[in-house]
């Protein structure tokens, strides 16, 4: 596996792959890899010759009081995962690298109005710095095909609105999350869970499944299960921010004729914010 850690080495490299025709896949990760990251990198290969993943703490997307600082960094891990997973080049940037003139006088990329809902609403300002350091990257590793994984369904989302609207030649791929045997889905923030929140931490996707169920089978409305499985959730010790269902294309709420939905999560377990989702069809 070739490491780069420059933009000039990066683009010198990019070039010697694009002589030989070769076409490339990528994947931008801020390290921590577990089995999801994985993942998104054995369905990067089902689609380009080359691999491509980067490692950056993207700065420009934690708030004022969150974890960057705290953000588990595990290098020598990495590298391991990345190997196993067939990866043909890592790029692992400073800083420096990314903002060359600093992040407060970085151009910053937006996506009004989705990046402003749900995750978006309690976390001011973080899809901002998503769509910045995405488009940066993208520019920078010129992929054919970039792979996201969709436990961050907004985020996925986000991705490929900001690319079409700049106009980039990616296309942007989901990956179905990889969960645990009991459902939790993989996140690199599983590890600031105490035993007991890990034993807990898989009701805020059994809750998303009852939610769906109490939709498709018992045709109940949106509101009222949404209501529910907030009040199940402070039942469980969760401190939820937010439960909703809405439209899979674009997240808005869904109106009669819609069939494809998406339930979407976000909730505190103890000073651990997880995220969840489940994607599921009406009948008409």
């Not at 030989?20 to 290969?45: C, D, S, W, Y």
């Not at 997307?61 to 960057?68: C, P, T, V």
């Amino acid at each position: 596996m070739i490491t780069v850690e420059t933009v000039a080495s990066l683009r010198d490299q990019v070039a010697r792959f694009r002589q030989n025709g070769k076409r490339i896949a990528f994947v931008p990760t801020m390290g921590n890899l577990h089995a999801g990251h994985v993942r998104l990198m054995q369905e990067a290969r089902r689609h380009a010759p080359v691999v491509v993943a980067s490692i950056y703490v993207n700065p420009l997307q934690f708030g004022e009081n969150e974890d960057f600082n705290s953000y588990p960094r595990t290098p020598s891990h990495d590298k391991v995962a990345l190997l196993s997973a067939g990866v043909d080049m890592l790029f692992k940037p400073a800083e420096s690298e990314i903002y060359p003139r600093g992040k407060t006088a970085q151009t910053f990329v937006e996506t009004p109005g989705l990046s402003e809902d749900l995750c978006g609403a309690f976390r001011p300002g973080h899809f901002r710095g998503v769509a910045t350091v995405v488009n940066r990257l993208f520019n920078l590793v010129m992929p054919d095909v970039a792979i996201f994984g969709k436990k961050d369904y907004q985020q996925w989302l986000i991705v490929r609105l900001m690319t079409a609207d700049l106009g980039l030649p990616v296309e942007i791929l989901g990956v179905d999350t990889v969960r645990e045997p009991d459902g939790l889905a993989l996140s690199s923030r599983n590890h600031y869970l105490s035993s007991d929140e890990r034993n807990l931490a898989p009701r805020l996707y059994e809750t998303l499944v009852t939610l769906r169920d109490r939709i498709c089978e018992k045709n109940m409305g949106f509101d009222t299960v949404e209501e529910n499985a907030i009040v199940e959730l402070e039942e469980s010790g969760f401190r939820p921010e937010y439960v909703s269902v809405r439209r899979q294309s674009d997240l808005q709420k869904p109106i009669p004729d819609d069939r494809q939905l998406v339930a979407l999560a976000a909730a505190w377990l103890g000073k651990t914010r997880l995220i969840d989702n489940i994607e599921f069809e009406l009948k008409s």
